[in-house]
Structures are given as C-alpha cells and as structure tokens.
C-alpha cells in the first residue's frame, strides 16, 4: 500500500531549541498532507492542512508562528516547532492522501518529541 | 455537528471472540467512513472503510455495518486475535469539502489469550 514516511521517530531536545519533522510519501504525490499532535490515549487533533506551494491552513487555536510548516514538493512536508518547550512534547503525526487510492489517508509513523 | 461519537471507551475481549466498537455521527455531509488501527508508539493505519450508499462491508475478519437513517456505523472484528490488541479509530470524511478527516475519540481493544 501507500507509504508515508516520517522522520525522526523520536527526538529530545532542549527547552528553546527548534526541531524539524519531515513528512515525505513515498510513492505517490501529495499535494495536501495534514499534521496532528496526539496526547496520550487521546485522539488525533488536526493541527494543520499543508499545501504543496502554498502556505499552511492552521486549525483554530494553533500558532503558526509556532508551528511552522513548509510543504516545498509533492512529496516532502515538514512540520518545524520552534523555541521547543517542555509543554510542546507530543506525538506528532502527519498523514497524505493518495486520491488513486481512495478518500482514505495514509499516515506516518508518528514523531515522540521531548523537550526537557 | 462535526462529531463523531465513538463507544466503547475501552473493550476487553476473549480470543476467538467478536470485537464491536459502534460510531455515531451528526454531520450528513460525511461521505466516506474510514476505521483506523493505531498500536502503541505507531501511527494510525486504514483499516477498513466504507461509503454511505453501502450498508456492510467486510474484508477477511473485519466488517463495517452501516445504518444510513440512524447515522451509525460499527466495526466488527470476529474472531478476535491478542494480535488485533490496539487502539481503533472511527472516522468521517466529507470528499470535496475540507477534507479532513473528524475522528472519534477511540477504542482501546484488548484481546486477551
């Protein structure tokens, strides 16, 4: 089936550092991936919609300054959270549609961000 | 009118047993219902999913039934494995709308031996 890949699986950084997610499909384009953050036995929150060659639609309440997202290719979205801290630590999931495939989205691996 | 109402919260099931885990939802714009599969530390998997215009739909152990009047949808997994022991998700997804997926809040299956 499709693959969506996502890298790293796990990072931990330092309070005030920033932290770079990558979200690439692997064998389809995808002009639209979506990124989620997950607390734990929680479900998906959407936190945003990214565009490939336009800017990111954020869901209410989501800093963009924060969260800053860049879909540069149809297969590559990543999701950067600058100035990291403790309360941003998080699975964050990103997920891309293969419209060949159907509605369904795929999604990646998931990313365990720790900030200490 | 965005929700999708899911139940139980949590499931515990003998092997060789029916797992069901039922889905409400009040947005009639969905058009397409997705179940994922998430087990720990990993990210969600399509399981199954079904249309409205369908009312089952079933692929090797796992079925979808679907009540288009009642606006509910469930997930039934026969015969129940430790190795199904994960987290289901039930979804609602209006196609040409915004597509973004409405997730329910989840269900912690487990399977036991």
């Known amino acids: 089936g499709a693959v969506v890949s996502q890298h790293p699986s796990r990072v931990i950084c330092k309070s005030g550092t920033s932290v770079k997610i990558e979200c690439r499909s692997l064998?389809?384009?995808?002009?639209?991936m979506f990124w989620y953050r997950q607390f734990p036995k929680q479900s998906l929150m959407l936190m945003a919609t990214?565009?490939?060659?336009?800017?990111?639609?954020?869901e209410q309440g989501v800093e963009k300054d924060k969260f800053l997202i860049n879909h540069a290719s149809l297969t590559l979205s990543t999701l950067t959270v600058t100035s990291a801290h403790p309360e941003d630590s998080s699975f964050y999931i990103c997920s891309a549609r293969d419209l060949s495939r159907g509605p369904g989205a795929f999604f990646g691996q998931g990313t365990r961000l720790t900030v200490v | 009118q965005q929700q999708v109402k899911q139940s139980p919260q949590s499931l515990i099931v003998q092997k060789g047993g029916i797992s069901i885990i039922n889905c409400a939802y009040e947005?009639?714009?969905?058009?397409?219902f997705p179940w994922y599969q998430q087990f720990p530390g990993k990210g969600p998997a399509l399981l199954i999913a079904?249309?409205?215009?369908?009312s089952e739909k079933k692929e090797g152990r796992f079925t979808i039934s679907f009540n288009k009047s009642a606006k509910q949808f469930s997930l039934h997994i026969m015969d129940s494995q430790p190795g199904d022991s994960a987290t289901y998700f039930c979804?609602?997804?209006?196609?040409?709308?915004?597509?973004?997926?409405?997730f329910g809040k989840g269900t912690k299956l487990t399977v036991n031996p």
């Open positions: 079904i249309r409205p215009d369908v």
């Open positions: 064998d389809f384009q995808a002009t639209t």
């Open positions: 979804a609602g997804l209006t196609q040409g709308g915004s597509e973004k997926l409405v």
């Open positions: 947005n009639t714009a969905f058009d397409y």
């Open positions: 990214s565009n490939e060659g336009s800017k990111a639609t954020y």
